[in-house]
């Protein structure tokens, strides 16, 4: 098993549970930080094709896929590691743009993001 965490924004507050939620449901392994005001929810999973599908297909079923449209700062960012590389943090978007996440990540200092990141990317998920 390998460790992710998802680092995500909607405007509505509906979606953004709804999208949680339906994380939970799929990847049953997870934990939750929260840190000014944004949430981390790192959990455990097989491999990164299969995270990448799982998060694309509960995008698509809100609307929100890639190609569908998302709202002006609405964001869903997957953060793993490599098993040959683990101190290099690797990250992809699913939605939204580099822009719109270092714009969210400026309001909380880079140093707590990545710390929140770390610890959810070493925790043993049982």
């Known amino acids: 098993m390998n460790n992710y ?9 509906d ?5 949680e939620r339906e994380v939970k449901r799929h990847f049953t392994r997870f934990k939750i930080e929260e840190d ?3 949430r981390y929810l790192g959990f455990a999973a097989k491999n990164e094709p299969a995270v ?3 998060l ?11 190609g569908s449209f998302f709202g002006q700062k609405d964001y869903v960012a997957l953060y793993f590691t490599r098993e040959k590389d683990p101190d290099n943090i690797k990250r992809q978007l699913l939605i939204g743009t580099d822009e719109m ?6 309001k909380n200092p880079t140093d ?3 710390s929140s990141i770390i610890d959810l990317l070493r925790v043993t998920y049982v």
Not at 7 to 12: E, G
Not at 15 to 19: D, G, L, N, R, S
Request: proline share 0%; net charge negative.
């Open 5 to 13: 965490v998802v680092v995500y924004h909607f405007d509505d507050q």
């Open 36 to 38: 000014g005001g944004k």
């Open 52 to 54: 990448v599908d799982a």
């Open 15 to 19: 979606a953004a549970q709804k999208f």
């Open 112 to 114: 707590a993001q990545r």
């Open 101 to 106: 996440v270092d714009a969210a990540a400026d």
């Open 56 to 66: 694309d297909t509960i995008l698509n079923e809100m609307g929100y896929g890639t």
